[in-house]
T-cell receptor, first 113, second 116 residues
Framework: EPEVTQTPSHQVTQMGQEVILRCVPI?????FYWYRQILGQKVEFLVS????????KSEIFDDQFSVERPDGSNFTLKIRSTKLEDSAMYFC???????????FGQGTRLTVV | AQSVTQPDIHITVSEGASLELRCNYS??????LFWYVQSPGQGLQLLLK??????LVQGIKGFEAEFKRSQSSFNLRKPSVHWSDAAEYFC??????????????FGKGTKLSVKP
């Protein structure tokens, strides 16, 4: 069964460093998302991406964050200068059309030290 | 503003007992509703969804949920819990117009523990 794949599963980075989280959505999907879950808290929407542009973003998704679909398969989340409070599990999700549910990846645990 | 409330942070049930996890939402239009499950260290797996039609929806692993518009609720149920159901359960609401169904607002989750 096709699935959303995220790499790496765990990343440790120093505060102030740039980090790129990678996702390979399911191949025929058109809508892409990033969510994050700070330890012990709820899953929060960060950004949605469709037709090669951001369609919606939350207040969390400030200038330190960016997303890209550099080729036909990858979907990345970049955090320009990481802060301690960026430590969280980051989930990528995708779905094929507007009226279907999102499929989530296994997540990347980001630890900023 | 849209919101999802899961009033129970942690629930413990005995194996074989029935289960109901509560979810209330606040949304101005017809909601698209979801239940996801997250096992420790794992991603989010969709249990079931409600878009329209029959208000009682069946999902995977023997779960079902009932949409009650009058109560703004979408409670998750299972008649007989198995030890493997121990996990965290998240209720979520998605936009029903304008946006796509992946832009979800999640509740804070209910952690389910199962006693032997």
């Amino acid at each position: 069964e096709p699935e959303v794949t995220q790499t790496p599963s765990h990343q440790v980075t120093q505060m102030g460093q740039e980090v790129i989280l990678r996702c390979v959505p399911i191949s025929n999907h058109l809508y892409f998302y990033w969510y994050r879950q700070i330890l012990g808290q709820k899953v929060e929407f960060l950004v949605s991406f469709y037709n090669n542009e951001i369609s919606e973003k939350s207040e969390i998704f400030d200038d330190q964050f960016s997303v890209e679909r550099p080729d036909g398969s990858n979907f990345t989340l970049k955090i320009r200068s990481t802060k301690l409070e960026d430590s969280a599990m980051y989930f990528c999700a995708s779905h094929p059309d507007r009226n279907t549910e999102a499929f989530f990846g296994q997540g990347t645990r980001l630890t900023v030290v | 503003a849209q919101s999802v409330t899961q009033p129970d942070i942690h629930i413990t049930v005995s194996e074989g007992a029935s289960l109901e996890l509560r979810c209330n939402y606040s949304y101005g239009a017809t909601p698209y509703l979801f239940w996801y499950v997250q096992s420790p260290g794992q991603g989010l797996q969709l249990l079931l969804k409600y878009f329209s039609g029959d208000t009682l929806v069946q999902g995977i692993k023997g779960f079902e949920a009932e949409f009650k518009r009058s109560q703004s609720s979408f409670n998750l149920r299972k008649p007989s819990v198995h030890w493997s159901d121990a996990a965290e359960y998240f209720c979520a609401v998605g936009a029903s117009y304008g946006g796509s169904q992946g832009n979800l607002i999640f509740g804070k989750g209910t952690k389910l523990s199962v006693k032997p």
